[in-house]
């Protein structure tokens, strides 16, 4: 298996079951993606997660001396700790020598680090956290930003993040023409506050977007959006709302399956749209979400995600570089700038 180049440095402390599930699911990308993984963390602790005998050809262990607690303030936390994980990831994106950066640890501190480090792209005044959600279309997901960076929102914050996220939903989703929505409490061009009015109007007039409309709350998974903008209060309201449900829609099926010999003859047959159910609603199917507008690639992951979820964020890095995420945004947006000068 021949390297691709692509570089994922990987916060190997961050989340609830680092390193054991940060490691596995990063020696899954080495051997699936091809990709290059930099493990960053304390090197004994990263060293003792790997399988005997393991091939260290394209695994580099970069040591990082501490790392981020859930229970830290971020931002404090960030500048009194220099050398931990996650800032010595994000210089490792900073110096070029990788990539891309994937977390599963502290998200708010996640976020701190990028925009300390890395820094925002031009033009870009507040960076987004964008999420992917299934729908009821199959293979037609839906970006909802921001989900969580930003509390308060100006207008012109919505209207950046449906820029960027029209980038992403075209070029890493596949996505040929993407429909933007702002979501809101109606359809009505005049519903909401005062700021989703002058928001709305904002999208309508911008020529960069595909812009059709306000969305409902029972639009976002109807398949009539590709992207969604909304503040990061409400956005991580929906993003927490939906993964619950996909939680228990997945329970009710495991428990309404038949018991005994005729539930596992059932299943046996239902394999396969049972694997398919999972993947499209299981938010661990999506590995995280993106931090749209900072100067690097970065995959924020849930605290909570073992291997299988590490291994869709690195996944979900590699789409982006690949398909020149940043470089992108950048040309769409500076287009715009001059079109408005």
Not at 84 to 104: E, G, P, R, T, W
Not at 136 to 142: D, E, L, Q, R, T
Not at 151 to 177: H, I, N, W
Not at 297 to 312: E, L, M, R, T
């Amino acid at each position: 298996m021949g390297s691709t180049g692509v570089r994922i440095a990987i916060d190997a402390m961050g989340g609830d079951h680092a390193p054991r599930e940060i490691v596995a699911g990063a020696l899954r990308a080495r051997e699936e993606l091809g990709v290059e993984v930099l493990l960053v963390g304390n090197p004994q602790e990263i060293q003792c997660q790997l399988p005997p005998k393991t091939n260290l050809g394209q695994i580099e262990i970069v040591a990082a001396e501490e790392a981020i607690t859930m229970e830290e303030e971020p931002l404090s936390a960030i500048r009194r700790k220099p050398k931990a994980s996650i800032n010595v990831a994000m210089d490792l994106v900073k110096q070029n020598k990788a990539d891309a950066v994937v977390s599963a640890g502290h998200s708010g501190a996640a976020m701190a680090a990028a925009l300390l480090r890395l820094g925002r792209l031009p033009g870009i005044d507040r960076p987004a956290i964008g999420a992917v959600f299934p729908t009821i279309v199959a293979n037609k997901p839906v970006l909802i930003l921001d989900v969580g960076a930003n509390v308060d929102c100006r207008p012109k914050f919505l209207e950046q993040f449906a820029v960027m996220g029209s980038v992403y939903s075209q070029y890493v989703l596949g996505t040929p023409e993407p429909k933007v929505g702002l979501l809101n409490i109606g359809e009505e061009d005049s519903k909401g506050n005062d700021a989703a009015v002058r928001a709305h109007q904002m999208l309508r007039e911008n020529s960069r977007i595909s812009f059709i409309g306000n969305a409902e709350g029972r639009d976002v998974l109807s398949g009539r959006f590709d992207v969604i903008v909304c503040d990061g209060f409400v956005g991580n309201v929906l993003l927490k709302f939906a993964e619950a449900v996909g939680e228990v829609l997945l329970q009710i099926i495991r428990e309404e399956l038949p018991q005994g010999l005729h539930g596992q003859i059932g299943t046996a047959i239902l394999k396969s749209n049972l694997k398919r159910i999972k993947q499209r609603v299981d938010h661990a199917e999506h590995g995280g979400a993106l931090l749209l507008g900072v100067a690097g690639i970065c995959i924020i992951s849930h605290g909570s995600s073992q291997a299988p979820s590490i291994f869709n964020a690195i996944r979900m890095a590699k789409e982006a570089v690949d398909n020149q995420v940043l470089q992108q945004i950048l040309y769409q947006y500076q287009s715009l700038q001059g079109e408005t000068s």
